[in-house]
């Protein structure tokens, strides 16, 4: 038993990593296509065996209501436009999959929590980490207290991006991106600190870094730095930026062990250390590939049967409320005071 997926947004994520895997799924089917530009969508729809009239366009996008072939969008665009097209779906009666981030602001979250319920449907962000094997076996390590009491997480995440521009890449612009590098890639390391401490932070302190004169960082930050600080004593340290040689990486200090994940949170070719006294043992807990398939079969049984989203709506808004955090602390230069459901204490 599968749901009919529409995939909305035919960029590289989409047909490079989902689009291919939905196949290795038992229980999502690709069943339709929505894109702004008709030849990509014609060359992708019959590559994919869809008929002609699984064909969507933007404009055209609202008719999925009446197609009873999709049961569920995926929606896979730059994030400043997730909120626009989610709700659209649920008022189509449709379930979502919204891509990370969720979106640029907490109120937007708010909104589309407040729709999925309304229209009864599921919505569930694409936090495919989840259900990796890898990052669930450093899940399980910290559940047992392999490393003994936490003390620190450190994480990276950094890549040098091109000499792209506003105007020619998304990513580069505050509207379809918002402060860049930490929305888009540094979001992988908060999630590894909340997952792997299992806590919630009291208090947020961070710093940007936006240089003069590089076209790249004309709206955005090239770099940010964060501490989050949990009510055990324990802190989890994030760098991530869009100007650094490239890194994608975990590590746990425990009171008794230390545990480095690198790569820690890509597609493939996870590599873990656990480090405890002398001894260092390299762990292989499976294929990290099956994240794509295992997430969307995840999503495929919630909604038929009607069962919890391990990564719903409220962890992204979760997410997205930590970040506002982050950008306040920077900008103001003071450590934030968070309330357990990751609002600010104050302004
Ligand atoms: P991309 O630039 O490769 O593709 C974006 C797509 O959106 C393109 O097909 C583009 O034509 C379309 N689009 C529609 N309106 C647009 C507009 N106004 N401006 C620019 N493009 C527009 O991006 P991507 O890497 O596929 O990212 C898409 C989403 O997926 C983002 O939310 C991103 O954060 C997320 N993502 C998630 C992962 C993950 O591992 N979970 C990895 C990559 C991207």
Request: glycine share 10%; charged share 20%.
């Amino acid at each position: 038993q599968s749901i009919g997926l529409a995939i909305v947004g035919l960029g590289g994520y989409a047909l490079n990593q989902i689009m291919p895997r939905i196949a290795e799924a038992d229980h999502c089917h690709l069943a339709a296509v929505v894109s702004g530009n008709a030849e990509k969508a014609a060359t992708v729809a019959a590559a994919y065996g869809l008929p002609e009239d699984a064909i969507y366009s933007y404009d055209s996008y609202e008719e999925i209501a009446g197609d009873d072939r999709i049961d569920a969008v995926y929606v896979i665009l730059p994030t400043g436009l997730h909120t626009e097209f989610v709700l659209k779906a649920f008022t189509a009666g449709k379930h979502v999959i919204c891509e990370k981030p969720m979106a640029l602001t907490s109120a937007e979250c708010e909104d589309m929590i407040a729709a999925g319920k309304a229209a009864d449907r599921k919505l569930m962000i694409g936090y495919r980490c989840h259900f990796e094997p890898y990052n669930l076996k450093a899940m399980e390590l910290m559940r047992e207290e392999a490393l003994g009491p936490l003390r620190v997480i450190r994480t990276a995440h950094h890549y040098r991006s091109g000499p792209s521009t506003p105007a020619t890449n998304w990513r580069h612009n505050r509207a379809l991106a918002g402060g860049g590098p930490l929305e888009d890639y540094g979001l992988y390391g908060i999630q590894a600190g909340l997952y792997l401490s299992g806590e919630m932070p009291v208090r947020i302190s961070a710093s940007t870094q936006q240089p003069a004169n590089d076209p790249r960082f004309a709206e955005i930050f090239a770099h940010t730095a964060s501490q989050m600080i949990f009510p055990s004593g324990a802190t989890s340290q994030h760098s991530t930026s869009y100007d650094g040689a490239g890194a994608n990486m975990v590590t746990v200090r425990g009171q008794t062990g230390f545990l480095t994940m690198e790569p820690a949170t890509g597609y493939g070719g996870h590599e873990m250390m656990l480090r405890k006294g002398r001894s260092t043992e390299t762990l292989t807990p499976g294929n990290p590939s099956i994240q794509f398939a295992a997430m969307l079969d995840h999503f495929g049984l919630s909604v038929m049967e009607g069962t919890e989203i391990l990564t719903p709506g409220e962890m992204g808004l979760r997410d997205t409320r930590l970040i506002e955090a982050i950008y306040r602390s920077a900008e103001t230069g003071r450590t934030m005071a968070l309330n357990p459901d990751a609002t600010m204490t104050e302004g």
